[in-house]
């Protein structure tokens, strides 16, 4: 007789995993806009960073790799999207424990990279 091995229910579900990937992802973004360099800038400066706050999570590898153009959206939508998946991967099967220090991890650094890159951007 084989025994069925019994398989631990996920942490959580997908859409509560999507829900929170997005947030921890995009919503540190909206920071320089109210604390941040952005906060006093023209309507120009802030149009601009917020085209940029879709690909925002992934920004660091075009910006490595000096991309232009159409070039820097489309590798940073990709790094965004490999970021995305993978966090959300982790979200849905980390305990809890593990999960939160994840989120404020990810979430800093994201935090981070928009304050620079709004300052940068403001220059």
Request: glycine letters at 6%; aromatic letters at 12%; zero cysteines.
């Amino acid at each position: 007789m084989t025994a069925v091995a019994r398989q631990a229910p996920s942490v959580r579900s997908w859409p509560h995993a999507v829900l929170v990937a997005a947030l921890v992802l995009w919503l540190p973004t909206m920071v320089p806009l109210w604390l941040g360099p952005l906060a006093d800038l023209s309507p120009g400066v802030v149009t601009n960073y917020l085209r940029t706050v879709p690909v925002l999570p992934g920004v660091l590898l075009p910006v490595l790799l000096q991309a232009q153009g159409a070039w820097f959206w489309f590798e940073g939508a990709i790094a965004s999207m490999v970021v995305f998946l993978v966090f959300l991967l982790a979200m849905r099967e980390l305990p809890r424990p593990w999960s939160i220090a994840l989120q404020v991890a990810v979430g800093g650094t994201v935090l981070f990279e928009s304050m620079v890159f709004a300052y940068l951007l403001s220059e």
